[in-house]
């Protein structure tokens, strides 16, 4: 057996790269409206009412969930190697 040597080569320098901030969504109180609580119809229904505040936490959970997505797609291409070191979010 005969000892060959060998160059050792390191990956790149990588900026560290922090985790996407959790996903902060708001509470919505849905208020579910039957037959059993509005005037009777000719077909069976529901009605599923917000306030105008929950619709817009929902809008703003929406909001928060796509920036996560963001994120994530983001430092995945960054760790598959397909954005320089350097790159920022708004670049990819």
Known sequence: M????????RPPERSNVPNPNPVDLQEIDWVVLTPNTVPPADIEWVFIGLTPEDYERLSLNQAELLRWITEAKWRLRYYRGELPANATLSQG
Do not use: K, L, Q, Y
């Open 2 to 9: 005969r000892t060959v040597p060998t160059e050792v080569v």
